[in-house]
Antibody, heavy 118, light 111 residues
Framework: EVQLLESGGGLVQPGGSLRLSCAASGFTFSTYAMTWVRQAPGKGLEWVSAISASSGSTYYADSVKGRFTISRDNSKNTLYLQMNSLRAEDTAVYYC???????????WGQGTLVTVSS | QSALTQPASVSGSPGQSITISCTGTSSDVGGYNYVSWYQQHPGKAPKVMIYDVSNRPSGVSNRFSGSKSGNTASLTISGLQAEDEADYYCSSYTSSSTHWVFGGGTKLTVL
């Protein structure tokens, strides 16, 4: 059974940093592209970032480019999202998902809440 | 403002069929056969229901179907059931710098 478990969320002040982790199990992590999607409270889904299976390619939404960095450690079956210069509008539940093909976000974690507030 | 436009809400009675539209541009929905649909129940993670416009993942009921015409994709749910009540989001690959975009979501109410 595919399992994705996010962690690392919490309360952070504007301008601060946070690193999210997503521990994967139940599938061959190293062969799948991975992605982060967020959802602000009461709002819709917003794609944030993606990374290829080998880490050779990374992609970012314009809203986080230059502030967030996606990475992965295939030896640990773990996906990361380093978030710097956080803003109030980054407040959201952050989900990780494995990506199949071009636009199929297949299995999702339960999400981790990031709150940016003073 | 979301990149893809969906109706805020739709409703239907048990057993009926409903269709949710998702309108984009030639840079996303109209330009690629990479439209996906996700179902999200309150407090839960999204679940993929349709991918590549009209394909169903294993385990998804055949009551769910997808199609596309021009810049508009559609999700049709036939034989509505109470458990179908949820939020539905479309997604598309895009040639813009954003790479992937979602619609604003549609709340489905089963009357």
């Amino acid at each position: 059974e595919v399992q994705l478990l996010e962690s690392g969320g919490g309360l952070v002040q504007p301008g601060g940093s946070l690193r999210l982790s997503c521990a994967a199990s139940g599938f061959t992590f190293s062969t799948y592209a991975m992605t982060w999607v967020r959802q602000a409270p009461g709002k819709g889904l917003e794609w944030v970032s993606a990374i290829s299976a080998s880490s050779g390619s990374t992609y970012y939404a314009d809203s986080v480019k230059g502030r967030f960095t996606i990475s992965r450690d295939n030896s640990k079956n773990t996906l990361y999202l380093q978030m710097n210069s956080l803003r109030a509008e980054d407040t959201a539940v952050y989900y990780c998902a494995n990506k199949v093909g071009t636009n199929r976000f297949d299995s999702w974690g339960q999400g981790t809440l990031v709150t940016v507030s003073s | 403002q979301s990149a893809l436009t969906q109706p805020a809400s739709v409703s239907g009675s048990p057993g009926q069929s409903i269709t949710i539209s998702c309108t984009g541009t030639s840079s996303d929905v109209g330009g690629y056969n990479y439209v996906s649909w996700y179902q999200q129940h309150p407090g839960k993670a999204p679940k993929v229901m349709i991918y590549d416009v009209s394909n169903r993942p294993s385990g998804v009921s055949n009551r769910f179907s997808g199609s596309k015409s021009g810049n508009t994709a559609s999700l049709t749910i036939s034989g509505l059931q109470a458990e179908d009540e949820a939020d539905y989001y479309c997604s598309s690959y895009t040639s813009s710098s954003t790479h992937w975009v979602f619609g604003g979501g549609t709340k489905l109410t089963v009357l």
